[in-house]
């Protein structure tokens, strides 16, 4: 008997099967990534998590939703050479979704951008009507067009992330795994439990990434043990090492997924597609 593989935390980790192509495309599951803690890996996860999707046929939508760019400006974007951005889409009834929406350097992956324009739209929209789910109007066009649309928040639990949360049906929270990885966590839980009480019934909590991940010490270890214990089996099975082909693909302006794609890291964001995939939380 082959001796079964496990994951950090001593679950069976199956081989995911590669996933099946799809006959026809949509209607598009919409995932944000969200943790108010920054540089927590959610823009590094949203493109390359994009980026595997793309790989086996989905076709993938990137929103940026962070007035930093910095989706937009990894995917090989200068965000202040843009004239429209999605903050034109929330702010202007006239705006089109398609106009904004660019296709990428990736087959199958496109990117609706943002740059600090959109800063200025968490303090507009409180006089707007219905200003938690100006997002989710401004997506319905392109839910016919995509399997997967990926909303990439900025770190903070204000009014723009509450338009993710109203726009999407899961959530996907990057942990770093770092003593004070847990810390913040709680209020993120009881801000994705409000939204689905008052404004998303559907929404769910797809699972917890652990990234930067370091399998040598006993530390991360620690963490990702504590975080089984807290959150059982949404914490995903699939975790990230902590590398410096991550910033260094950044730097490049590309994912990891093209930039080094037989490194372990793109290889594990492959098995994050894959793990999804067979959860049945992406197409
Ligand atoms: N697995 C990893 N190993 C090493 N470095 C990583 C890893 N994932 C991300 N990084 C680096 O850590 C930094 C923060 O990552 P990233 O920008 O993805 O986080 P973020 O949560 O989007 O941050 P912010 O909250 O500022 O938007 C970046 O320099 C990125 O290249
Ligand atoms: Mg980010």
Known sequence: MTEMELDPVGRPLPRFPEPAPLASHGPARVIAMCNQKGGVGKTTTTINLAAALAEVGRRVLIVDFDPQGAASVGLGISPHELERTVYNLMME????LAEVVRSTDIPNLDLLP???DLSAAEV?????????????????PALDDYDVILIDCQPSLGLLTVNALTAAHGVLIPLECEFFALRGVALLVETIEKVRDRLNPRLEVDGILA???????LHAREVVARVHEAFGDTLLQTVIGRTVKFPDSSVAAEPI???????SGASAYRQLARELIARGDAA
């Open 93 to 96: 009834r006239s705006a089109s």
């Open 114 to 116: 943002a740059n600090i």
């Open 124 to 140: 507009q929209l409180v006089s707007e009507v219905a200003r938690e789910s100006i997002l989710a109007r401004v997506l319905r």
């Open 211 to 217: 990234t930067m991940y370091d399998s040598r010490t």
């Open 257 to 263: 997924i093209t930039y080094a794609s037989n490194h």
